[in-house]
C-alpha cells in the first residue's frame, strides 16, 4: 500500500491530528534553534484553511457543504496571512511582543516548558480543533444544504468584513503614529479609539472569535446536533483570547496611562455604544495578528 492509499483509506480526522502533531513538532524544533517563539503565530492563517480542504477533499469535493466551509476559511486565511505579512510577521525577528513578556515574568526554565506544552503544541491542535466542524460535515456528507448553512455563512462574511475594516483602520492608525515618531513629532494619541475601536477596544478580537463560533453552526447544520463534540474548538478559542486579552491590556495599561479611561468608557470585545465619562481620547496598541487576528 502507497502512501496515497494509506491517506486515502484513513479517517481524515486521524490524518488531521497526525498533520497537528508533525506542526506542533515542527515548531517547537524552530523554536529552539531560532530561539523565537512566534513559528506557530506564523501557521495561524495557514493551517486552518489546509484542514479545511483536507476534510473537504476526502469526498472528491463533492459535497456543496464541505466545498463551502473550505472556501470560507480560504478566504479568512489568506486575508490574515496578507496582514500578518505586511506587519513583518513572516520576517526574522517578527516575534509577538507578549512572549517577552511572560519570559521576564516567568523566568527562562518555565518558558521553556511553557513552550513544550503549550505554545508549540496546544496552538497547533486548537488551529485543527477549530476546523472540526468540517469533520462533523464529512460524518454527514451528502445532507444538502439549508438555511441554517446559509445563515452560518452569511454570519461568517459579516465577521470577516468586520475583522477586515478593524484591522486596516489600526494599521493606518500605527502606520500614522510611526510616521510622525520617525520625524520627530509626538503622536496626538498613542493607541486607537476611532472607527470600530469606538465601540469596541479589540473589535477584530471579537470577529475573529465570532467567525469560528459560526463555523461550528455548520456541524448542526450538517446534522451533528445543536450541542456536539465539535464545539470544543471554538470553546478553547475563546478561553485562549480571554487570556491574550487580559495580557495584551496590561502592557497597554502601563505604557499608556490613558488606556484605563478607555477601558471605562468601551466595551472589551463585544462592540457597545461607548459611556461617556472623561476625554474620549484614549489609545491601544495593535497586537500580533498571529494570536488571531
Not at 122 to 143: D, E, H, K, T
Not at 166 to 171: L, R
Not at 184 to 201: M, N, V
Amino acid at each position: 500500500m502507497n502512501l496515497v492509499d494509506l491517506y486515502k483509506s484513513t479517517d481524515p480526522l486521524v490524518t488531521a491530528l497526525y498533520g497537528a502533531g508533525a506542526l506542533a513538532l515542527l515548531c517547537w524544533v524552530l523554536s529552539l534553534i531560532t530561539r523565537e517563539y512566534s513559528w506557530v503565530d506564523r501557521l495561524w492563517s495557514i493551517s486552518p484553511p489546509l484542514f479545511a480542504v483536507h476534510f473537504a477533499g476526502y469526498v472528491g469535493f463533492a459535497d456543496a457543504r464541505l466545498n463551502l466551509m473550505a472556501a470560507l476559511a480560504v478566504l479568512w486565511g489568506v486575508r490574515l496571512t496578507y496582514n500578518f505579512a505586511r506587519k513583518g510577521g513572516y520576517q526574522p525577528g517578527g516575534e509577538d511582543y507578549r512572549w517577552e513578556e511572560i519570559q521576564e515574568k516567568i523566568g527562562p526554565a518555565w518558558f521553556q516548558v511553557l513552550n513544550a506544552t503549550f505554545l508549540a503544541p496546544f496552538q497547533n491542535f486548537l488551529l485543527m480543533l477549530i476546523v472540526v466542524p468540517s469533520y462533523a460535515a464529512y460524518r454527514f456528507a451528502g445532507n444538502p444544504l439549508n438555511w441554517l448553512d446559509y445563515a452560518a455563512a452569511a454570519a461568517f462574511v459579516l465577521f470577516f468584513l468586520g475583522e477586515t475594516i478593524a484591522d486596516e483602520q489600526q494599521w493606518r492608525f500605527q502606520t500614522a503614529k510611526h510616521e510622525a515618531i520617525a520625524r520627530g513629532e509626538t503622536p496626538e494619541s498613542g493607541f486607537i479609539t476611532t472607527g470600530l475601536f469606538r465601540y469596541s477596544r479589540h473589535p477584530n478580537f471579537f470577529c475573529e472569535q465570532a467567525m469560528w463560533w459560526t463555523y461550528y453552526v455548520f456541524s448542526i447544520a450538517a446534522g451533528a446536533g445543536w450541542l456536539n463534540w465539535t464545539i470544543a474548538g471554538a470553546v478553547l478559542l475563546t478561553l485562549l483570547f480571554q487570556g491574550s486579552t487580559w495580557l495584551t491590556e496590561k502592557i497597554s495599561l502601563r505604557k499608556y496611562p490613558a488606556y484605563a479611561d478607555y477601558q471605562r468608557t468601551t466595551s472589551r470585545l463585544a462592540p457597545w455604544f461607548p459611556k461617556r465619562r472623561g476625554s474620549d481620547r484614549v489609545a491601544h496598541e495593535s497586537p500580533s495578528p498571529g494570536s488571531g487576528s
